[in-house]
């Protein structure tokens, strides 16, 4: 019975839906009216849109290894020893936070001045200048615009002038940098493959050049800056070990001269307390050299912490100039309204005609 009952439901469902089918093809006239009407709309939006283009980087940063240490430290707490957190060393930076590193007002502005040559144009340009030059505006994003700078000069009195590009600061952007900035986040994607620990980092612009050329700044400058992180004890140790050695060097140096000095005027001198000043001297300049020599050994082993702090990154997948466009193809739009223009037809056959009618009686 159940399985009847179900049976009987779904072909009076079916019945119901070819009945309002039928009622919507009826009007074939109105349906071409709403499929015409919104086909233009869509031709009109269609050509009113960019092409936009995506250069893609895939790379791999060095692993840590800090999974390994914790895990460690976790079975050695099972049997009741203490090996340490190690939180310590974990690494701040982590692939989970390359977007929040790129997203950075201080990452951002570094971004202006990149110069860029376009496909069809030969002549550079800094990358602040083609996000404010060359991108297409539609027709009707125009009054909202112009409505916004309206309010902006009634509140400010002067619009926010844009400065000197070069000498932006990253905490205090004027209103047009900030919508450079946030046209650059919306360009860029980086995502990061818990599986295989992949980062991809990806470039949308107007040229494919432009995507291309900011795709591989944006890889080198992020490396850059993870090295810069990773590093930055180490080569602060580095310095003040060649500060040390610098001044042991020339300690060294002055006790090498002053030995010299004493012993070339006193080379014929017998007595015992030129002899104990010599001896001194000598004594001197042999724990400035031995001074010397171990500042040099603090130096190598610096240079060697530098370089084991320094990750490496395998670049899988360099910058390439796309040769496709990536966004929506412009017939696909032209379609997608038609298809808005029949669910606008079946919308205003099936409820709305009759309830504007109801309405109009009512008010009468």
Not at 65 to 89: C, I, R, T, W, Y
Not at 141 to 168: C, D, R
Request: with cysteine.
């Amino acid at each position: 019975m159940m399985k009847e009952n179900e049976k009987a439901s779904s072909r009076s469902y079916e019945a119901d839906i070819l009945l309002l089918a039928k009622k919507v093809f009826a009007e074939k006239k109105l349906l071409a009216k709403f499929i015409l009407v919104f086909a233009v709309i869509g031709i009109i939006y269609a050509l009113n849109q960019q092409k936009r283009f995506t250069s893609v980087v895939t790379m791999a940063p060095e692993v840590t290894g800090m999974g390994m240490s914790a895990s460690l430290s976790d079975l050695a707490g099972m049997v009741g020893l203490d090996l340490g957190s190690g939180k310590g060393s974990v690494d701040a930076i982590y692939p989970e936070i390359y977007p929040e590193v790129l997203a950075s007002s201080g990452f951002l502005v570094k971004l202006f001045d990149i110069e860029v040559k376009q496909k069809n144009d030969s002549t550079p340009k800094s990358y602040y200048r083609h996000l404010r030059e060359d991108t297409f505006i539609p027709f009707w994003s125009y009054p909202s615009i112009w409505l916004h700078q309206f309010i902006e000069n009634l509140t400010e009195g002067k619009g926010n002038l844009a400065g000197n590009v070069s000498e932006a600061d990253p905490a205090h952007l004027t209103k047009e940098q900030e919508d450079v900035c946030k046209a650059i986040i919306a360009n860029m994607g980086c995502q990061k493959d818990n599986n295989t620990n992949i980062v991809t980092i990806s470039v949308e612009d107007v040229d494919p050049f432009v995507a291309a050329t900011i795709a591989d700044t944006i890889q080198n400058w992020l490396q850059d800056y993870i090295i810069q992180y990773r590093t930055k004890k180490a080569r602060i140790d580095l310095e003040y070990a060649l500060r040390l050695n610098k001044e042991a060097e020339q300690e060294y140096i002055k006790a090498q001269k002053e030995f010299a000095s004493f012993a070339d005027t006193h080379t014929n001198t017998i007595l015992m307390s030129y002899q104990t000043k010599q001896t001194a001297l000598e004594n001197m300049m042999d724990l400035k050299y031995t001074n010397y020599r171990q500042t040099s050994l603090q130096v190598q082993q610096a240079i060697a912490k530098v370089q084991e702090r320094t990750p490496a990154f395998t670049v899988i997948q360099c910058a390439s100039v796309p040769l496709r466009s990536s966004s929506t193809p412009r017939s696909f739009m032209v379609i997608g309204f038609v298809f808005l223009g029949c669910l606008a037809d079946a919308a205003w056959v099936l409820f709305l005609r009759q309830w504007v009618v109801s309405h109009k009686k009512n008010r009468q």
